[in-house]
């Protein structure tokens, strides 16, 4: 099971970061700024090689050396610990300065491998200055226009042959299970509480668990490998984004999961971050269970305040099962292993082509499909082509647009019929000759 790989982009402020991020992700997500300090909060996306593998790009704030009372640079270093390699960024119109050296000897600790880029490189300063770069002692430097794009495809070359290759990750015997959710909201509790065993080292401190504990249990004649993913390690006094942060901390225990129990604090209802990894669950395409933390300690209107929240997740990840739990006295966690026990099952769902073409004919008989460029679309027949997540191959007179309302109708119609709750399907339209 292939896992991403995180890159950081990295350098002293208002050198152009976040105009690197945007460039290698194609679109406009960071905020630019000619003002230095821009980025506070470390912004992710997923950017694609030539040979259009996916890496994890995080976008970082620029390290400022020296008194931090923001915790802005401890946002920095923990981007720096969690990724596999840096793109340390320098304006090259400026050329090499002593800020570059000072910040570079406090990324150069860490040990990672790293692409020096230089920045501003369609200006013959940059050009002509390009050479005291090497008195950093990286030995990659690459020549770019963050602005306008030059020297990107080279820089994405060098992505490819210089990012340390990352083991798959075997499927086990028993499914794996990951515990997922925004700092401090009670998912290590959980998973001691699940197991029965104190594998997972709990502390009221946001951060505590730094590196994922994998804990093999038994229940009756089914096995599973549970997942406790590392969680973020952020500072009482750290500002930033949650839900980015707690996304890129997550993203690959989520990849090795088939069923991801996304843990939400009751106390504070859904929030922003909780969405967040929620998307990544959904677009990763996992099996999702929503376990509800400290519902013991809601009153009526704090219920009332969840519930309300509750429907935009609800949506997001299509009625996953969801218990309330109190991961602290153990109430109510042993509910979990129902719909954990359902989301697999239907994770690994698998029909035939009779059953498959018997429902669609159904569907299409009760709402005809569009009319498309004057005639109608046409389906000829449905088979599965995968399951872990359930995927359908519909061979049809023209493909249907991702966005298209008859396509929603369909996955809806099959989502009903074959009760698949928390659990991603896919419809891939093929266009053919009849």
């Known amino acids: 099971m292939p896992l991403t790989p995180t890159v950081a982009i990295v350098g002293r402020p208002n050198v152009g970061k976040s105009t690197l991020f945007n460039r290698l992700l194609g679109r406009r997500q960071a905020i630019v700024h000619d003002l230095p300090g821009i980025t506070r909060d470390r912004i992710t996306g997923i950017a694609h090689l030539l040979d259009d593998s996916p890496i994890q790009i995080v976008d970082t704030g620029g390290l400022v050396p020296g008194d931090d009372p923001l915790g802005l640079n401890e946002q920095v270093f923990l981007a720096v610990q969690e990724s596999d390699l840096l793109l340390f960024v320098v304006d090259g119109k400026q050329g090499l300065v002593s800020a570059d050296e000072e910040v570079w000897s406090h990324f150069r600790r860490f040990g990672k491998p790293a692409l020096l880029v230089v920045n501003k490189g369609d200006t013959r300063e940059a050009r002509n200055r390009f050479p005291e770069f090497y008195a950093l ?82 229940r009756g004649d089914r096995s599973y490998l549970l997942i406790d993913t590392a969680g973020i390690r952020r500072r009482s006094q750290v500002t930033g984004a949650p839900e980015e942060l707690a996304v890129m901390m997550a993203r690959r225990q989520i990849e090795r999961a088939q069923v991801v129990v996304l843990v939400v604090d009751a106390s504070q209802s859904v929030t922003s971050g909780d969405l967040a990894i929620a998307g990544t669950i959904w677009e990763l395409g996992r099996a999702a269970v929503v376990a509800i933390n400290k519902w013991d300690l809601l009153d009526d209107e704090g219920r009332e305040k969840l519930e309300f929240s509750f429907q935009r997740l609800d949506e997001l990840l299509a009625s996953p099962g969801r218990v309330n739990v109190s991961a602290l006295s153990g109430r109510g966690v042993d509910k979990l292993w129902g719909p954990i026990d359902r989301a697999l099952d239907s994770y690994h769902l698998k029909l035939s082509t009779g059953q498959l073409n018997r429902l669609f004919e159904r569907f299409i008989k009760k709402v005809a499909p569009p009319s498309l460029t004057g005639a109608p679309w046409k389906l000829y027949y449905v088979t599965q082509v995968s399951s872990a997540p359930p995927t359908f191959m519909l061979f049809a007179n023209r493909t249907l647009p991702r966005n298209s309302h008859y396509r929603r109708y369909l996955e809806n119609r099959l989502r009903e019929e074959l009760g698949l709750p928390g659990v991603p399907l896919r419809l891939v339209v093929r266009r053919r000759t009849e």
């Open 137 to 218: 002692g990286i030995d990659q430097q690459i020549l770019v226009s963050a602005e306008h794009g030059g020297g990107i495809e080279e820089l994405r070359e060098a992505l490819a042959l210089t990012l340390p290759e990352i083991p798959d990750v075997p499927t086990p015997d028993a499914p794996p299970i990951a515990i997922v959710g925004r700092p401090n909201v009670g998912k290590s509790s959980l998973l001691n509480k699940i197991s029965g065993l104190n594998r997972a080292l709990v502390s009221p401190v946001a951060g505590t668990t730094r590196d994922p504990v994998d804990t093999l249990i038994n």
